[in-house]
């Protein structure tokens, strides 16, 4: 069984892919296996699917969500991780973070990745602003994976459905770190920087007014839930922070966006419905882990 799938989207970016496909071949293990994920759009002139890398097609015009959670559910290993074309590995650079999974209950762990061009290095998204999607560079802070880089257990990645499918990849970020957070799940940040990306391609666009839009009715969806730790300000708050927002505008569109996604309540069912079958599914996945025969024998005596 290979110790690490790696998911390569094709996401019609020739150049991009051979990119990311020659670092990770070049510094790989051989019990590592390659998935590369398109549409229909990747003709594979190289034969890569004979022999260096599995080709998983989906529907043509399906989301990147819906390419990875298919991808995913054709994996093999225990671990998986998705590298967007044009981002670049060091060697083992995995080692940090499969050491952090084996033997602990870490559900995923977040990976710096350095913008190949500033230098700057962004660790994931920060859990203390969610549902606003902020970056976050502090490998010692509270924070969620981005979708390129992260490593996840797939066992529990398939078990709470995977990347949200009803919106863009950054939004699929923040309704991820969300229910991650509504579902307590632990996880970890690597230290070391092994990943190199061009910030476009490594954390996606900024948030703007749909971004803004989008996180609002996230907000909204997950105010919802109970013990979510999530809640909605009040609509005088709202609008105030809309007022001091006109003074930058860089921000001001995400935050009409915000207001305007709070007031719609566009995913409120389906979110409710998602954290209810995940948590279901990560209740009935803990029942079913195999405690060491030490361990038993304590909680056995424990119930006796």
């Given at each position: ?68 959670n298919l991808a995913v559910a054709s994996a093999c290993s225990p671990y998986i991780q998705v590298l967007m074309p044009g981002s670049t590995v ?192 990560m209740a009935e996945k803990r029942s079913t882990i195999t405690l060491p025969n030490a361990t038993r024998a304590q909680e056995q005596r424990r119930?006796?």
């Amino acid at each position: 069984m290979p110790c690490l799938s790696i998911i390569v989207p094709h996401l019609n970016d020739d150049s991009g892919l051979e990119v990311t496909l020659l670092s990770i071949l070049e510094n790989r293990e051989s019990d590592f296996e390659v998935l590369i994920a398109h549409d229909g759009g990747f003709t594979d002139p190289y034969g890569l699917g004979q022999d260096e890398a599995v080709l998983i097609e989906s529907s043509r015009g399906a989301s990147l969500s819906s390419q990875i959670n298919l991808a995913v559910a054709s994996a093999c290993s225990p671990y998986i991780q998705v590298l967007m074309p044009g981002s670049t590995v060091d060697e083992r650079w995995f080692d940090e973070a499969i050491e952090i999974l084996d033997g602990s209950t870490v559900s995923a762990v977040c990976m710096p990745i350095e913008d190949a061009q500033s230098e700057k290095v962004f660790v994931g998204l920060a859990s203390d602003s969610l549902p606003h999607r902020r970056l976050s560079s502090d490998v010692n802070a509270a924070t969620v994976p981005l979708m390129c880089g992260g490593v996840f257990r797939k066992k529990t990645f398939r078990a709470i459905g995977g990347w949200f499918d009803h919106s863009s990849t950054e939004v699929s970020e923040v309704e991820l770190g969300l229910l991650i957070m509504a579902l307590r799940l632990e996880i970890a940040t690597a230290s070391n920087v092994g990943l190199h990306a061009p910030k476009r391609v490594a954390v996606g666009h900024e948030p703007g007014f749909e971004i803004g839009r989008a996180c609002g009715q996230l907000a909204c969806a997950f105010a919802s839930i109970e013990d979510s730790g999530i809640a909605i300000d009040s609509l005088a708050r709202r609008l105030g922070h809309l007022a001091s927002g006109l003074m930058s505008p860089k921000t001001v569109a995400e935050r009409l966006g915000w207001v305007m996604g709070i007031r719609e309540r566009a995913f409120v069912r389906t979110v409710q419905a998602r954290v209810e079958l995940a948590s279901e599914a990560m209740a009935e996945k803990r029942s079913t882990i195999t405690l060491p025969n030490a361990t038993r024998a304590q909680e056995q005596r424990r119930a006796a």
